[in-house]
């Protein structure tokens, strides 16, 4: 079965400071995902990632997957004390499409100190 | 994208007791999925369900603790039966969307006490 590895699991920065946090799947990916979660609230999407290469912006977070599909990035400029939560990265679980369920890495939790 | 009403966001209930949770969805969808976020941990699947047909349950749960409907395309619920403390978790749906991407509710934050 697929796993998805997040680093780090937790992240501390001073606001303004910029930040990475990856994920690798065991397999490759034909659809990755990224959300932002607040503590104890629902999943806030963020991107989605399908080809080789790809990479995407919103405001100041970048989101890219690897040219072999199997690594993914999400870059965050400027960290603001908004940022602060939990990042999930999470993989279609079926091979080669989007018809089913997600599985999930473990999670980054990003706080930002002012 | 699709957008999801969950409830409730929160409840403290009495271990033997059950809480449903609802989603309502404002478009049609074939597949929805209730996932369970134990403290501390990521999202597992706890079940798939297909208007008109029985949900489908992934391994470690089961239909008499964990039993769902799914009456047309638009909502279901997820009821957490005979509660203990263990069951002490966040609980969302998903649904995948036209446009490819999959949205969550805004999550049932369970406590039993």
């Known amino acids: 079965s697929q796993e998805l590895e997040q680093s780090p699991q937790s992240l501390i920065v001073q606001e303004g400071k910029n930040l990475t946090i990856n994920c690798t799947s065991s397999?490759?990916?034909?659809?990755l995902y990224w959300y932002k979660q607040k503590y104890g609230e629902g999943l806030i999407f963020l991107m989605m990632?399908?080809?080789?290469?790809e990479e995407k912006s919103h405001e100041k977070i970048t989101a890219k997957l690897d040219e072999k599909k199997q690594q993914s990035s999400l870059h965050i400029t400027a960290s603001q004390p908004s940022h602060a939560g939990i990042y999930l990265c999470g993989a279609d679980s079926l091979y080669g499409g989007s018809q089913g369920n997600l599985i999930f890495g473990k999670g980054t939790k990003l706080s930002v100190k002012p | 994208s699709a957008v999801i009403s969950q409830k409730p966001s929160r409840d403290i209930c009495q271990r033997g007791t059950s809480l449903t949770i609802q989603c309502q969805v404002d478009?049609?969808?074939?597949?929805m999925f209730w996932y369970r976020q134990q403290p501390g941990q990521s999202l597992t699947l706890i079940a798939t369900?297909?208007?008109?047909?029985?949900?489908?349950?992934e391994s470690g749960f089961v239909i008499d603790k964990f039993p769902i409907s799914r009456p047309n395309l638009t909502f279901s619920t997820l009821t957490v039966s005979n509660m203990s403390p263990e069951d002490s978790s966040i609980y969302l749906c998903s649904v995948l969307g036209q446009g490819g991407g999959y949205t969550f509710g805004s999550g049932t934050r369970l406590t039993v006490v």
């Open positions: 369900a297909n208007q008109g047909s029985e949900a489908t349950y």
């Open positions: 397999k490759t990916l034909y659809g």
């Open positions: 990632l399908q080809k080789g290469g």
């Open positions: 478009s049609q969808v074939t597949m």
